[in-house]
């Protein structure tokens, strides 16, 4: 068993290969992050 990050994602990959038999991408989407740790302020 993997841990870390690795392990998260290690589970979900294996199972949505083995539905599709397709490749997995895994895209991390953190565009608001900077607008989420300074509410106060937006610009």
Same mark, same amino acid.
Request: aromatic letters at 8%; charged letters at 45%; zero cysteines.
């Given at each position: 068993m993997e841990s870390g990050i690795a392990g998260c994602f290690a589970e979900p990959i294996r199972l949505a290969h083995a539905a599709t038999g397709q490749r997995v991408v895994i895209l991390v989407d *953190?565009?608001?992050?900077?607008?989420?740790?300074n509410?106060?302020?937006? *610009?």
């Open positions: *953190e565009y608001d992050k900077h607008i989420i740790d509410p106060t302020r937006p *610009e």
